[in-house]
Nanobody, 115 residues
Framework: QVQLVESGGGSVQPGGPLNLSCVAI??????MGWYRQAPGKQREFVAQ???????RIADSVKDRFTISRDNAKNTVYLRANGLKLEDTAVYYC???????????WGQGIQVTVSS
């Protein structure tokens, strides 16, 4: 079974940067990406990237968020600038097979944007 381990969360000031990492234990041959869920809201897609480097980023955060992947390290990264209060959420790492099936989810990492 594939396991995903996130790191880099915590408290961030408004306007500040965000840097999250997710390491895959086991092979993820499809896309790796990030989702997030705020209290009382539905889980939403944030960004994903294939092994070949093809990216898809949600329109709502496209101006501020970016995603990258290091295949040799089995790691996907999420980086953002100009964080807003609305970015406060639990962020989940996700890995899929090439068929699009979920292989694994990370346990989630809290990101809190506050002054």
């Amino acid at each position: 079974q594939v396991q995903l381990v996130e790191s880099g969360g915590g408290s961030v000031q408004p306007g500040g940067p965000l840097n999250l990492s997710c390491v895959a234990i086991g092979n993820v041959d499809g896309v790796m990406g990030w989702y997030r869920q705020a209290p009382g809201k539905q889980r939403e897609f944030v960004a994903q990237i294939s092994r070949a480097g093809t990216r898809r980023i949600a329109d709502s955060v496209k101006d501020r968020f970016t995603i990258s992947r290091d295949n040799a390290k089995n790691t996907v990264y999420l980086r953002a600038n100009g964080l807003k209060l609305e970015d406060t959420a639990v962020y989940y790492c996700n890995g899929k097979s090439q068929l699009g099936n979920d292989l694994a989810w990370g346990q989630g990492i809290q990101v809190t944007v506050s002054s």
